[in-house]
């Protein structure tokens, strides 16, 4: 989870294939992905919008470094510009996935309702969220960081209601996002994820060494061609 692939369009042979942030999970047997769609549209996106069942599509192997590091205790923080959440979406709902399984095992009983509440990621609503108050503690620290947009308000229900130690920071647009306020989210071993335009995330990147980060736990993800997200 969190990688992404090309995607080539024969109805538009003369444009280039895009890269989307895939936000289904590996084992799935559907692929989802999020664009915006902008007016006037490119001819990629003209043909992308006007795709019907069974038209081909070329989709290429799945690629980048934005995946969760091995040690499940590693924390991590993730940064994100508008639609670039959609690098995180299939890593949040794979750790909100671990959980119900770890609830699943543990506690039988409730296999039915731990099932209907996982599916719908709300485990807040239930008696499950006393149980799962234990086994957050043993979770990996994740905070999520998204600097949006009142356009970007339609991607919120894609995020899980309930992900294991997750600390959320909405920022608004056109607020910006200091390297400070990242700053004190991270200890000496967390691991900071930056999605974005180039220049937003070079920029953060950057001031982030700066401030003493090292680059190897910097991992980049940028969204070619845009200014702004």
Same mark, same amino acid.
């Given at each position: 989870p969190g990688?992404?692939?090309?995607?080539?369009?024969?109805q538009a042979s003369s444009e280039q294939p895009r890269a989307f942030s895939l936000t289904s999970l590996p084992d799935e047997t559907e692929?989802?992905?999020?664009?915006?769609y902008s007016k006037p549209p490119s001819l990629y996106k003209q043909a992308l919008?006007?795709?019907?069942?069974?038209d081909p599509a070329l989709l290429r192997e799945p690629m980048g470094d934005c995946v969760l590091? /091995?040690?499940a205790d590693t924390p991590v923080v993730f940064v994100a510009q508008g639609i670039a959440i959609a690098s995180y979406i299939a890593i949040l709902t794979n750790l909100c996935a671990r959980l119900c399984a770890r609830l699943d095992l543990a506690h039988r009983p409730q296999k039915e309702v731990a099932s209907q509440v996982c599916a719908r990621s709300n485990l807040a609503q239930t008696n499950l969220a006393q149980i799962a108050q234990a086994d957050l503690a043993q979770g990996r620290k994740s905070t999520l960081i998204w600097i949006?947009?009142?356009?970007?308000?339609?991607l919120e229900n894609l995020i899980p209601g309930e992900v294991p130690c997750l600390k959320r920071i909405d920022?608004?647009?056109?607020? /910006?996002?200091?390297a400070q306020t990242v700053l004190e989210h991270?200890?000496?071993k967390t691991l900071i994820y930056l999605s974005g335009s180039q220049r937003f995330v070079e920029s953060l990147g950057l001031a982030l060494e700066n401030a003493g980060i090292a680059r190897a736990r910097l991992v980049y993800d940028y969204y070619d061609g845009y200014a702004e997200l």
């Open positions: 990688q992404y692939a090309h995607l080539q369009l024969p692929v989802r992905f999020v664009t915006r919008f006007a795709l019907q069942p069974s590091p /091995r040690a949006r947009r009142s356009e970007d308000d339609t920022i608004q647009y056109p607020d /910006r996002l200091q991270v200890d000496d």
